[in-house]
Nanobody, 121 residues
Framework: QLQASGGGLVQAGGFLRLSCAAS????????VGWFRQTPGNDRSFVAA????????YYANSVKGRFTISRDNAKNTVSLQMNSLKPEDTAVYYC????????????????WGQGTQVTVSS
């Protein structure tokens, strides 16, 4: 089970730190990805991290502004979001996959409930 937290309201240029806590973990190695969704749109990939190697991958739209990291001991993955823009406003979800890091949400098996991020201009 995944629990996403840390969302909120912030002004443009500000920052937020999202956290994804897992109760239990998939057997074997896995990746945790962050996705975001706005009303009427599909979930879009933000960033992902492979838990054993800390290999990371980012969407071009967030590269250089967002940083994903993991704490294996605590089973948590964080998403540090800096220099936030109004277009970052969305519900953010974390999810896990045992296949490989992918930008395709269909590759992810388990999803958290989402946390709202709102960036005002």
């Amino acid at each position: 089970q995944l629990q996403a937290s840390g969302g909120g309201l912030v002004q443009a240029g500000g920052f937020l730190r999202l956290s994804c806590a897992a109760s239990g973990r998939p057997s074997g190695d896995y990746a945790v990805g962050w996705f975001r969704q706005t009303p009427g749109n599909d979930r879009s990939f933000v960033a992902a991290i492979w838990m054993s190697t800390a290999f990371t991958y980012y969407a071009n739209s967030v590269k250089g502004r967002f940083t994903i990291s993991r704490d294996n001991a605590k089973n948590t993955v964080s998403l540090q979001m800096n220099s936030l823009k109004p277009e970052d406003t969305a519900v953010y979800y974390c999810a896990t996959t045992t296949v490989s890091i992918s930008m395709n949400p269909r590759q992810y098996n388990y999803w958290g409930q989402g946390t709202q991020v709102t960036v005002s201009s």
